[in-house]
């Protein structure tokens, strides 16, 4: 039921050429760019570009205003980084677990099951307020990337997107933040230094630079378009501990 999006021989070579004449692997890929096997293909700089399944283009509804600060605007192109050799998607089919029991629309599971697409019975809806989801990657990793999908079929805003890995699964002692666009602390766990963004079907592609950890715990507080928090898949790529 899933689409997919593949880059095909020459499209790869092509990247390859223009990241080793610019120099930088965190430009972006193709708007087509992904593979069908949530892999990485190998970089001109060392390492690996990350790539994944990209869900198609679906909006959906009458457009809303995004009212937040130093917004960033939807990409046109699939967002790049390069991780080390052997890191995988580790997150397929894992536990999920939430701040709090109870979904209006959807699934927790809906969250590991590889499904992207936009629309109902891709995502899920967590109650509002400041909330967060937990993936368990039954082992100790070190995670190289984690890629959030929310609710890709409006453009619309999340608040408070805070990442964090660690090996306490209560979360009370070793946390790393990895990500965090709370401009204004209204989640108390620190003003961020992300940016804000608008969601699209590309994702929001995190580096999370080898952390070690077994949780990845995400935190939303709604958004632009209403109080509710959503997720329709999160990845989350590494390597065993060595």
């Known amino acids: 039921m899933k689409l997919t999006t593949t880059l095909t021989a020459s499209s790869l070579i092509l990247s390859a050429c223009l990241l080793s004449a610019c120099g930088d692997s965190s ?9 069908d096997s949530a892999s990485a293909s190998t970089s001109a700089s060392g390492g690996m570009i990350l790539t994944t399944d990209l869900p ?9 205003p ?14 790049k980084i390069t991780v080390p050799e052997g890191s995988t998607l580790l997150s397929a089919g894992k536990p999920v677990t939430a701040s709090d029991d109870f979904t209006i ?8 099951d590889g499904d992207k ?46 990442i964090q890995i660690s090996d306490d699964e209560s979360f009370e002692s070793g946390v790393t933040t990895i ?18 963004y608008i969601e699209s079907r590309f994702g929001l592609l ?27 898949e999160v990845e989350v790529f590494g390597r065993p501990v060595e």
Not at 185 to 195: C, I
């Open 66 to 79: 995004n009212k937040v600060p130093n917004l960033v605007q939807p990409p046109t192109e699939a967002p």
């Open 179 to 196: 990500y965090n666009n709370d401009y204004d602390n209204s989640a108390e766990m620190g003003q961020g230094k992300d940016a804000p």
């Open 105 to 112: 629309v959807g699934d927790i599971a809906y969250i590991t």
């Open 206 to 232: 995190v580096d999370a630079k080898g952390q070690a950890g077994r949780y990845v715990r995400l935190y939303s507080n709604g958004s632009t378009a209403n109080e509710m928090n959503h997720y329709t």
């Open 27 to 35: 430009s972006t890929a193709d708007a087509e760019g992904g593979s």
């Open 117 to 162: 697409q936009a629309g109902e019975g891709y995502y899920v809806e967590v109650i509002d307020g400041l909330q967060w989801v937990q993936i368990d990657l039954e082992a100790t990793h070190n995670i190289d990337a984690v890629w959030v999908w929310h609710f890709h079929s409006q453009r619309r805003a999340y608040h408070d997107v805070i």
């Open 56 to 64: 198609e283009e679906r909006l959906e509804g009458t457009p809303i």
